[in-house]
């Protein structure tokens, strides 16, 4: 080999040849827009549209923003500072954020509390939805509705504890007796539950709320974005359980209870949302003496919830009808109840298959709260549409409080959405 | 038709359950509170400034009342309403009365069983247009797109207007006042229409309000004012005689800035008898002497309430035109007290 290499080649290389560099247009920024931007001709055409319209779109809004004014007090005096040129007022912005918190009622001096209320929801929520943390943080998830109920509404914090009095007994009724017997561990509870809350509550001395530690604020008084928070995150955590059962009491076997959740359900999705906040807020007061009216807010979570619920239980029961039959054949040969296998076999999986449902009505229901504003309480849309554009300084200012409204709710919605995507990654097991 | 029987219905159900509880003033006085419906925003008629106090032209009515029957103008419970549930709040108890630019019509007063105590404001249906339409005459808007708020009387009357002039539209039906803003300014219709007072306070917000004008056409009545139940006649006078004790004031020249002193005792009985030096008006009520006093108090009388909500100094600026006293060629006009 080395002879005929020295006889019948003219020239060896002796060294490797200097690496050269690519050709330009297989590199870097060039090779990502060919291959990404420029890579056919429709494709070509379709991105200068692209950039065009961004362009133009850019070209109004930016200086829209950049040239907006924080400080002044009225419209009127946003356009004579403006004097013709684009900008915008967001003046209304800094005047009225409190307004569109936390509504226009809430007294000033008490803003701390649904702050409080609100850091405190953060730290509840986190072992429910991140299974790593210490279990016993649950203690704490299971307190925190009585303790955001005594911060927001204030008065006697007789009443949330007579509440908790009662579900803690109810619960340790049930623990009792539950597991031999069902249905009496269930009803007893509820017997219990109400029996402490009747007697409870007449125990509440008259007027304890006028000399609370928190003064009291009714629920008319609450509004903004806070409004549409609490009822966004106290009907979905209500109506998450509620439709699970009516599920599976769909699936039952027991006619009773079938037909109760099917009647309830379909009853329930043929009637627009709306309806039933009308119902809640008008025809309720029809049947109610004039001063013993169940109160507003409770109504409306009433209402959001049942409509939520009938969702969410359709959704589960996709889950459920999903699950091979030989699950449930499993769980039967391993010799559990009904109780057990639903708990340990059936409901994990259906539920994870139906995480992305639940979290779509639970996004959906969310931005539903808006619709309270049309049984005059103002949430976040309905303190911009009524209280903040009547006003003589801000009548006609739109888009920055649209705009805002929107920023608000998208920020919430797509934290949900990306929680959700990251909870079916973790629970992907592969199969 | 069936939608006021239904209406009617139900408010035969709240009367008979509210007939059981004693009369309204008695309610209030134990309460200690108006309870008063207004409307959800209205420029310059109803809404919270930014401290979340309310403010307006129907608001000052609320509060002469709560004045004239606890003495205390702040003693109210303002209740929002929407148009859809303004009269069902009133017909259950939920309120003990409306003073949400409501125009006073048969229907209402007869079907709804709603007792109108008095006008307030002397509304009337408008147009406004853009000046580059070159429209002088509501008479001249054949084939015109008009914006219209649907569920309102300014529907009906609209209607009537096109047909009894033989001329066509084409409506484009809007929910609310801010969006028939946003709607006219785009330019998705030719005229928006609605109560005279509202075109005024919508062209005061435009960027640009001389390209603006409203036509001279006033095509119905619209007598805004508040209502209370049927049934319960002390408390409908109560707010009669409230609201009749602000015009009247004004027409005797009775002010916020002059009542110390006219209450002090005047050479004019009838300015007297108003503020309680002299006779027992308030007694005949059922409430204190000084009730009329209060009243006045509360936010100066009629010409003073207009001129800070929505007179001509006022972004609004609405004229008095009829609303004026009828000494000055107005309408607006109190039986004497007697």
Redesign the interface.
């Known amino acids: 080999m080395s002879d005929q290499n020295n006889n019948s080649i003219a020239f060896v290389a002796t060294e490797t040849i200097p690496e050269s560099p690519p050709p330009a247009r297989e590199t870097g920024v060039v090779k990502w827009m060919r291959e990404n931007l420029f890579s056919s001709i429709p494709n070509s055409i379709l991105t200068i549209v692209a950039l065009l319209l961004i362009y133009s779109v850019l070209k109004n809004t930016l200086p829209w923003i950049f040239n907006g004014l924080w400080t002044t007090s009225s419209?009127?005096e946003c356009?004579e500072i403006l004097d013709g040129t684009t900008g915008a007022c967001f003046s209304v912005l800094t005047?009225?954020w409190n307004?569109l918190i936390y509504g226009?009622?809430y007294p000033v001096d008490e803003y701390w509390r649904p702050n409080v209320a609100f850091v405190l929801m953060l730290v509840a929520i986190a072992p429910v939805l991140f299974f790593d943390l210490p279990r016993k943080l649950l203690i704490f998830t299971a307190l925190y509705p009585f303790v955001a109920f005594w911060l927001i509404w204030g008065g006697t914090i007789l009443a949330p504890l007579v509440a908790l009095v009662g579900f803690v007994a109810a619960g340790a009724f049930f623990q009792k007796f539950g597991r031999n017997n069902f249905a009496l561990g269930f009803f007893g509870a509820v017997v219990i539950a109400l029996i402490i809350w009747a007697l409870g509550g007449a125990m509440i001395p008259e007027g304890a709320s006028d000399s609370a530690l928190l003064p009291a604020v009714p629920s008319?008084d609450l509004g903004g974005f806070m409004l549409n928070m609490m009822l966004g995150l106290t009907c979905v955590s209500l109506s998450v359980p509620l439709g699970i059962a009516l599920a599976l009491g769909r699936q039952s076997d027991m006619p009773l209870i079938k037909g109760i959740c099917v009647v309830f359900i379909e009853f329930v999705r043929g009637v627009p949302l709306i309806t039933l906040l009308?119902v809640a807020?008008?025809?309720l007061?029809?049947f109610f003496?004039?001063d013993a009216?169940v109160d507003l807010f409770l109504r409306v979570v009433i209402m959001i919830t049942l409509f939520s619920a009938a969702y969410i239980a359709e959704v589960v029961r996709g889950g459920l009808a999903a699950l091979p039959k030989g699950q449930y054949e499993a769980a039967d040969s391993l010799g559990l109840d009904y109780p057990q296998a639903m708990r340990l076999i059936i409901l994990p999986q259906a539920l994870k298959i139906s995480i992305p449902g639940i979290v779509n009505v639970a996004v959906g229901l969310f931005k539903d709260t808006t619709l309270v504003s049309?049984?005059?309480m103002?949430d976040l849309v309905?303190m911009i549409?009524?209280?903040?554009?009547?006003?003589?300084e801000w009548?006609?200012v739109?888009w920055e409080l649209f705009g805002f409204a929107a920023a608000l709710f998208f920020v919430v919605c797509y934290g949900i959405s990306q929680y959700s995507q990251w909870l079916e990654r973790k629970l992907h097991k592969g199969h | 038709m069936k939608k006021s029987v239904v209406f009617g219905a139900?408010t035969v159900?709240?009367l008979a359950?509210?007939a059981?509880?004693a009369g309204t003033l008695d309610d209030v006085k134990a309460r200690g509170k108006l309870n008063c419906g207004v409307?959800?925003?209205?420029?310059?008629f109803?809404?919270?400034?930014?401290n979340?106090e309310w403010m307006g032209f129907d608001v000052g009515v609320c509060r002469a009342v709560a004045a004239a029957v606890l003495g205390d103008p702040k003693a109210v419970e303002f209740?929002?309403?929407?148009g859809?549930?303004r009269f069902?709040?009133l017909a259950?108890?939920?309120i003990d009365m409306l003073a949400r630019n409501t125009t006073w019509t048969f229907s209402r007063d007869v079907d709804l069983k709603f007792t109108f105590v008095g006008v307030n404001y002397y509304d009337g249906q408008g147009f406004m247009v853009p000046k580059e339409l070159g429209v002088s005459s509501a008479k001249e808007l054949d084939g015109a797109t008009v914006c219209i708020q649907t569920g309102t009387t300014t529907e009906l009357n609209l209607a009537d207007f096109f047909r009894s002039n033989n001329i066509s539209y084409e409506p484009v039906p809007i929910e609310?006042n801010?969006e028939a803003?946003?709607q006219y300014l785009a330019g998705a219709c030719d005229v928006y229409t609605t109560d005279a007072s509202g075109l005024a306070?919508?062209r005061?917000?435009?960027?640009d309000p001389s390209a603006h004008v409203l036509l001279p056409e006033i095509i119905s009545k619209e007598p805004l004012g508040p209502l209370v139940r049927h049934g319960d006649d002390n408390w409908g006078d109560v707010v009669r005689w409230s609201l009749n004790a602000l015009i009247t004031a004004e027409e005797l020249g009775v002010t916020s800035a002059n009542i110390g002193e006219m209450a002090a005792g005047t050479n004019n009985p009838e300015i007297n008898r108003l503020l309680g030096t002299e006779g027992n008006l308030g007694e005949m009520l059922g409430l204190s002497a000084d009730w009329g006093k209060n009243a006045v108090m509360a936010g100066g009388n009629y010409g003073e309430l207009f001129e800070g909500n929505i007179g001509e100094s006022?972004?609004?600026g609405l004229a008095r035109g009829l609303n004026a006293q009828w000494t000055d060629g107005g309408l607006i006009y109190s039986p004497p007290f007697r």
């Open positions: 419209l009127a356009r005047e009225r307004q226009f009622k008319r009308f807020s008008v025809m007061s029809y003496p004039p009216t049309v049984i005059s103002f309905g549409r009524g209280p903040i554009l009547a006003s003589t009548n006609g739109y | 139900l159900a709240g359950a509210g059981a509880a409307t959800t925003g209205l420029v310059g109803a809404a919270p400034d930014a979340g209740v929002p309403t929407t859809k549930t069902t709040a259950s108890g939920e609310t801010a803003q946003q306070a919508t005061a917000t435009f960027e006022t972004p609004i």
